[in-house]
Structures are given as structure tokens and as C-alpha cells.
């Protein structure tokens, strides 16, 4: 018989799913499902009419969104398999992950399909997909994203509490910074366009978009308070104050 692991960020890869140890995260799993939701659902015809109505000013914002949508749920979906799959110990929270990675590929496939119907011309979608290399401010966010996703990527095992706080911090910054604020502050705009009226479809996607990043935070955030209940010394005052630079630093790209 083999010990089971005492807390959720001890290493190995738990199968024991009962007793359940974390039925709160397996509840997140049953209440993400009720919230599927297809691309082809998704009407975008309306919004080719519109764009001929924006400004130049509109359209430069619009193209700079595209282009920021366009990669920024396939990092979070690489973080997600690289990063949180491997360390969150737990089958239960797992199988919610594996969810959420189910969620980041219709988003993926949603930017997809968003960018090709707003950009017709193949020469503009290369650019949109270029856009991390070279639209200075989507490349200041996307070395935001992989300077915390290299912090972490070669730990194997969260043997030393120095590790686990360093998969504390790249956890929270994907929550807080990336899928929060990031995300949440280009979404602000899609809804300043849809309260004059404008893209319907994409308002549309944004908001089941909205709906499933909302839930990814809450989850992320339960391991955050599960971590912090099992294993208080982590969160140290150097962590709070790493926590509160990096939150700068995200409102700052
Ligand atoms: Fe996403
Ligand atoms: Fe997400």
C-alpha cells in the first residue's frame, strides 16, 4: 500500500479518488461542464457590417485586440499542461484542469475564427499571429507570460518550499495578472463597443469567454487557500511583497 500525499503541492501523481480528499475542486469540474459552449454557436455576420462603420481609430483598436486574442489562451493552455497539471496533486483537481484545458481550445479555436472573419487578407492574420514579436505593447504582455512560465518550467518536483512558493507565484500570476487583468481589461472594450451597439457576435463570445475565465480564477484561487490552510509558512512576507511586484508589473505592460 502506498502513503498518500499529506498536502496538495507534495509531488507525485495521487489516483485515489476515494476517500475524495478535495470534493470542492471535483464540484468545479461537474459545474464547469454545465457551462459548454460551441464556437459554431457563435454568429459573427453581424459584426462584418459594423467594422465598415468604425473609425480608423476603431479599427486600429480592434485589430490590436485580434492580435492580442490571437495567442493569449494557447500560453495559458501551455502554462496549464506544463506548469499546474504536473504540481497540483490531486485527481480530483486534475480532472477540473483537464476541463479548463477543454475550455482554453474552444477559446483558441474562438479567436480563430474571430480573426479570420475580421481579417480577410492572409498577409493581416500572419501579422495578428506575429503580433508577440512585433506590436510593442501584446510583446511586453507576452514576456510578462513566459518570463513567469520559465521561473518554473524545469522544477520536476516541488521538493523545497523555496519551489513551492516560485509555483505559487507563476499559479497567481496566470489568475491574477494574466487571466484577470489582461484578459478582463480587453474584454472591458469588446463591452464598450457592444454598449454603442456594435459586434454582437463578438460581445457574444466574449461573454461565455468571460463566464469560463471567471470560474479558471475561482479554481486557481481555491488551491491558493487550500495551499495557504495546509501549508501557512509559505506565505512569508517576501512572498506578499513578490506578489504585489508583480501585480505592478502586469498593470504596468
Ligand atoms: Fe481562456
Ligand atoms: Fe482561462
Given at each position: 500500500m502506498t502513503t498518500r500525499p499529506q498536502n496538495l503541492l507534495d509531488p507525485g501523481f495521487e489516483l485515489t479518488l476515494?476517500?475524495?480528499?478535495?470534493p470542492d475542486f471535483y464540484e468545479r469540474y461537474r459545474d464547469a461542464i454545465k457551462n459548454t459552449w460551441t464556437?459554431?454557436?457563435?454568429?459573427?455576420?453581424s459584426d462584418v457590417a459594423d467594422l465598415a462603420k468604425l473609425t480608423p481609430e476603431e479599427q486600429h483598436l480592434i485589430g490590436r485586440l485580434v492580435a492580442f486574442f490571437a495567442t493569449g489562451d494557447s500560453i495559458v493552455a501551455n502554462n496549464l499542461v506544463l506548469t499546474l497539471y504536473k504540481h497540483i496533486n490531486s485527481p480530483e483537481a486534475r480532472l477540473y484542469l483537464s476541463r479548463q484545458l477543454f475550455e482554453e481550445a474552444v477559446h483558441v479555436q474562438f479567436y480563430l475564427t474571430l480573426l479570420d472573419t475580421y481579417l480577410p487578407d492572409p498577409d493581416d492574420r500572419a501579422a495578428a499571429f506575429a503580433a508577440v514579436e512585433n506590436i510593442p505593447s501584446i510583446r511586453e504582455k507576452a514576456e510578462f507570460c513566459f518570463k513567469w512560465i520559465n521561473?518554473?518550467?524545469?522544477?520536476?518536483?516541488?521538493?523545497t518550499k523555496t519551489d513551492r512558493r516560485r509555483f505559487l507565484l507563476n499559479l497567481i500570476c496566470f489568475a491574477a495578472c494574466i487571466e484577470g487583468l489582461f484578459f478582463y481589461g480587453a474584454f472591458a472594450y469588446v463591452y464598450w463597443f457592444r454598449s454603442r451597439g456594435l459586434l454582437h457576435g463578438l460581445a457574444t463570445g466574449t461573454n461565455w469567454v468571460f463566464r469560463d475565465e471567471t470560474m479558471h480564477m475561482s479554481f486557481a484561487f481555491d488551491v491558493v487557500d487550500t495551499v495557504r490552510k495546509e501549508e501557512?509558512?509559505?506565505?512569508d512576507d517576501q512572498l506578499q511583497q513578490q506578489v504585489t511586484d508583480m501585480l505592478h508589473e502586469a498593470v504596468e505592460a
Amino acid at each position: 500500500m502506498t502513503t498518500r500525499p499529506q498536502n496538495l503541492l507534495d509531488p507525485g501523481f495521487e489516483l485515489t479518488l476515494r476517500p475524495m480528499r478535495y470534493p470542492d475542486f471535483y464540484e468545479r469540474y461537474r459545474d464547469a461542464i454545465k457551462n459548454t459552449w460551441t464556437v459554431e454557436e457563435v454568429d459573427l455576420h453581424s459584426d462584418v457590417a459594423d467594422l465598415a462603420k468604425l473609425t480608423p481609430e476603431e479599427q486600429h483598436l480592434i485589430g490590436r485586440l485580434v492580435a492580442f486574442f490571437a495567442t493569449g489562451d494557447s500560453i495559458v493552455a501551455n502554462n496549464l499542461v506544463l506548469t499546474l497539471y504536473k504540481h497540483i496533486n490531486s485527481p480530483e483537481a486534475r480532472l477540473y484542469l483537464s476541463r479548463q484545458l477543454f475550455e482554453e481550445a474552444v477559446h483558441v479555436q474562438f479567436y480563430l475564427t474571430l480573426l479570420d472573419t475580421y481579417l480577410p487578407d492572409p498577409d493581416d492574420r500572419a501579422a495578428a499571429f506575429a503580433a508577440v514579436e512585433n506590436i510593442p505593447s501584446i510583446r511586453e504582455k507576452a514576456e510578462f507570460c513566459f518570463k513567469w512560465i520559465n521561473e518554473v518550467e524545469k522544477i520536476d518536483r516541488l521538493d523545497t518550499k523555496t519551489d513551492r512558493r516560485r509555483f505559487l507565484l507563476n499559479l497567481i500570476c496566470f489568475a491574477a495578472c494574466i487571466e484577470g487583468l489582461f484578459f478582463y481589461g480587453a474584454f472591458a472594450y469588446v463591452y464598450w463597443f457592444r454598449s454603442r451597439g456594435l459586434l454582437h457576435g463578438l460581445a457574444t463570445g466574449t461573454n461565455w469567454v468571460f463566464r469560463d475565465e471567471t470560474m479558471h480564477m475561482s479554481f486557481a484561487f481555491d488551491v491558493v487557500d487550500t495551499v495557504r490552510k495546509e501549508e501557512p509558512d509559505l506565505f512569508d512576507d517576501q512572498l506578499q511583497q513578490q506578489v504585489t511586484d508583480m501585480l505592478h508589473e502586469a498593470v504596468e505592460a
